[in-house]
């Protein structure tokens, strides 16, 4: 049974093994470093070379080495992570985004985008075998995967559009003979036994966890067979797959049990020193804002206001998922068969089908924030009448506009998402002249993401509490006015005004619904490859062996992406469109000298793509440089510099969300007055003349619909815009690659990066707007807040995509591999053999521009708010592996680690410092992290081999971060649950079977 770290290839992608390998054969021996094509294998890949995967270059070469760093994960590695969670094995490594996977309760449930060097799952292309794939590793079948090749910096030069960051490249098996049958079952284990977290939950009166918890089990099964027929000309190969994952619910973790406030929402002005627990809260009373009072109903029911009490609220323990309830089956198969001519035909189907379900608590309530009141409305009691309307009560007239919340507590949302994906593949491969080959490809993929929920508000919420607030009398009845006069039929009377009176079922179910969203994203790939060397022709230098190697790639691709929402959700995006784009490309490898002194090889190579995109008027240009020396056997320098680029497909052609009612922040109108006369003020002219007119800002003055804190009620706008430019990027890698002749068995790499990326697609920031707008006078956030010409009322807030600022980040990759055979030492014949592995990177910087013009900032060694997951300087994975003497099977310890880091409320930069007297004392720092990982296994007859591991040896606790929403400062479960283990210890044992 083999056991492997992490390797960083050191000969390129093209050292890949031939995937052709039986299932009933020998396991891999216990060495982390890829198998290399070796010069046996020359004949092989001439024969078989449709079945060698090149990650980084279309040019296929037996002894090619990579100019850029290839980070390679193999199957062994996998099984010690669990091959259910493919995504969770990623995520270890350094220069990949940690992910949530099934973590979280959102649209996206489920999904596990791959991201490199934190710039994002979108700026990073995913490939299957060398071939476009959605951005989800959910679709790749786990047991079957050979290795997954990781290359970091550019390389839209040789794929096109999205490769940013980098690619990752899954290689599956799709020829074998034989059954093969791996399962696993995990679960979690974590000791409740905070006594912080259980003091904080019994202050708030909640329930709290205690003892050992064991729990949220992930169960995976997968089957695999092939067969060759016609004297192995002909191979079928088929696979199904299931996963199961059980829920892990808050309450089951002393972690994730009360969703922490690092304030007293009793006494706020002691600022964020208390832990104290959230939840939904609510007041029995209701709460109104009346002539700037904040009121609320008697106690006894009398139907009369008093000042609002904030002794009156209650809160209900949250109920939500750390972990959803979900279902996967994947299912496909694979066909190759050799043809006269030399020719080969390949195919391949596969089906993915993924299930979740979880249950939230509702927050909130019903609210309206501008409301007249009829004054004869039979609800009323005789002050409150007086309150509201004065004169005026007991008339038909309609009161100055009030503002109100209503509960109804309790509640819970129950959702459910879905993903579909398949991916159909069909290749026709051959030899035009020798070592001159061709390879014509199609695919078509299919993703589609259904969502639904119940219990959701409607978007028109604030308009039909609205009109349920005015209520007259029909024959004893209490009737809508706008049911009488015909404008809402449907309309419920809300009463309101009464402590005896909860909302009812009627007025409930007229307000909320379920709702639901379906997104489908198609692309077609038709391309071909002519690729080859040309020594046989003459074509190389005088002082090399080797000829030139090329690649001449052409490509169509057409995207289409739809979306639909029903019920509630009917206001979401609905949109459907379609893209395409015809690419031409060229790669050129020339070495240039091989085995001369101080040359054992010197090798440039180079490739340019041209990009013609049916939505743009001129032409996309990618490119890339690149140069290898090695001036003599064991070492080598390679560098890199490429100019790639990224069109969005689904930013461009995704439609419009809007959502009515949204408040913004708009101090150029009046604010409502408090109550205690201490609220914001409102802006002078001089302060709002960079976004409006002085007829605008006059006209405002009576404008009564904003709060007391001077957020106005307008249309929030998100989504797709059909203006935005591709974003281009610059990135540089230099590195040398150490494998010393003196030191058998060591080798590492060391890789500087540099990437920037210009025209950065960004969503706007429109909570930032106001103030860069008005307080710093940034003209790029002016035009997001959009006005009525006369009136000056915010009419829409633009939060859409748009090309803004610049992304750039920089640092270096260390990677080394020991293979330690103590024999070679002398020290023993029986003490097995080790492997000692370690892959860090350390980030120099990190800096991000939202828009031209307003002040860069840097995340580096910063969490929190602005700055989000944290980013620390320094992230590795150590491992050590011991492969046993007496038994064929060994032991490893993994060593993961996280640097420090602080809130970004304690930079200098001005956009992330915090205001004067901020502090946050309770969460002002996260120190280094460090995460221990067992893994052992055992071979029990020749085919069956065990393993058992364990991740978060010691049930470390995560960070106490807190997960209040408007401070922004934790992501999900009081922490960032992609970087620091929230369920406590992972226990995993698996069996595999070759037959």
Partial sequence: MGVSLIAMSLTGAASAQVSTASLSGPQQDSSSVPVTADTADAEKTQRDSDDIIVTGTRIVRPNMTSNAPITTIDAAYLKERGLARVEDALAQLPQVTPMLGLQGASWTSGAAPVGLRRLGAGRTLTLLNGQRMDNDVNIVPGALIERIDIMTGGASAVYGSDAIAGVVNFIIKRKFNGIAFDGEVSGFNHNNNSKLLAGVARNAGYSFPNGYYLGGGNYFASLAAGKSFLGDHVNISGFATYKKADPIQYRDLDTTNCPLLMFDPTNPSAGNTKWTCDGTTYNPYNYFTVNGQDMTNAKDGSRSFRPYDTADEKRIQRVDSVQRRSETVNAGGFVTADLPFGMRLGGSFLWSHIVENGRNSVDGGLWTPSAPVNCDNPFLGQQQAQMICGPAAGTAALSDPISLSLFRPGMFQNFRNTTTDWRGALTLSGKIVDKVRFELGYQQTRN??????????????????????????????????????????????????????????????????????????????????????????????????????????????????????????????????????????????????????????????????????????SLIHSWKAEASWAPVDGLRFRGSYNRAVRVGVLERLEGENRYSNSPMLDLCAPPRASASGNGPKRYTFEQCSIGMTRAQYDALSSYTGCDSNGFCPTTLVNGGNSSLQPERSRSITVGTVIQPSFFPGFTATVDWYDIMIRGAFEWTRIGMAFSQCYDNKVQFFCQFYKRDPQSGVLLVADARYNNSGYTATRGIDFSTNYALDPKRLGIGDHLGTFNLNLNGTLTTKYERQFAPGNTPWSCLGYFGFACGDPMPRWRHVAAVQWQLPWIKGGVGLTWRYTGPTRISKLSSNTVLAAAPGQTYPLASHIPGYSYFDFNSNVTLVKGIDLRFNVQNLFDKHPPLIGNDPSYIIGQYFNTFPAYYDVRGRTLRVGISARF
């Fill in 448 to 617: 589609i993401q259904q969502g639904s929920a119940d219990h959701l508000w409607y978007d028109d919420l604030p308009d039909r509490m609205a009109r349920g607030l005015q209520v007259r009398n029909v024959n004893g009845t209490p009737t809508c006015l706008s049911k009488i006069d015909g404008t809402d039929p449907n309309c419920q009377p809300i009463d309101a005004f009464s402590s005896n009176t909860s909302i009812s079922d009627a007025v409930y179910n007229w307000v909320t619904s379920a709702g639901s969203r379906r997104q489908q994203n198609d692309l077609r790939v038709l391309n071909g490859v002519v690729s080859g060397t040309l020594e046989d022709y003459g074509l190389k230098s005088p002082f090399a062996t080797s000829g030139i190697g090329f690649a001449v790639t052409g490509e169509y691709r057409k995207y289409r992406n739809q979306s639909q929402g029903y019920g509630v959700w009917s206001n979401f995006t609905t949109f459907d469109g379609s893209t395409s784009v015809r690419e031409l490309g060229g790669e050129i490898d020339i070495p240039l000298i091989e085995n001369k002194p101080f040359f054992k090889e010197l090798t440039v190579n180079g490739g340019y793509r041209i990009s013609d995109y049916d939505v743009y008027s």
